[in-house]
């Protein structure tokens, strides 16, 4: 989704430098799909921008909303499973900087399928502060797909305590 904006965004300084600089016309006819859209104007391309932002706020605020949902429900409702972390991931999946990950592994007893659980990503690596403790996985009895890995404790950086 960003992305998306992001491309759309940059289609539309590029369109609009193009026509302040007056290579319009040469530009109009070597690509069709820009002369397509020459109809497109610094204030509706704005308009177009500003649709699109609200859109992908909506949609984050409803996500976000229906994660804390799921979250509240699994604390009530969902088993609690005690797991060691496996390995810390860095994910840089979503963003230009780096956040990371806790992975944790669990053998289902019944079925003895194996799941792997991954935390949310927390903006510091969570190595030393994790290091012989273990971290609560709420997971769906009947779907342990749906789960929450509770590092609310993590999510700001506690003070590495050394001993001397």
Not at 3 to 29: G, H, Q, S, V, Y
Not at 75 to 89: A, H, K, N
Not at 99 to 108: E, G
Not at 118 to 129: E, I, K, N, Q
Request: glycine fraction near 2%.
């Amino acid at each position: 989704m960003f992305k998306l904006f992001k491309w759309l965004f940059t289609l539309t300084i590029f369109l609009n430098l193009a026509m302040r600089l007056e290579i319009w016309n040469l530009l109009k006819d070597q690509l069709p799909v820009i002369a397509y859209i020459s109809f497109i104007k610094l204030p509706f391309s704005v308009l177009i921008i500003a649709g699109l932002s609200l859109a992908c706020i909506i949609w984050m605020i409803d996500e976000t909303r229906k994660r804390k949902k799921e979250i509240a429900s699994l604390q009530q409702t969902g088993q609690p499973l005690l797991l060691d972390p496996v390995e810390v991931i860095i994910d840089t999946s979503q963003y230009d900087y780096l956040l990371y990950k806790i992975r944790l592994d669990w053998t289902n007893p019944v079925d003895k399928f194996n799941y792997t659980f991954l935390s949310d990503s927390l903006a510091y690596h969570p190595g030393p502060f994790i290091k012989n403790k273990k971290l609560t996985v709420f997971i769906n009895p009947d779907d342990p797909n749906r789960y929450w890995v509770d590092v609310t404790e993590y999510k700001t950086k506690p003070e590495l305590s050394l001993s001397y």
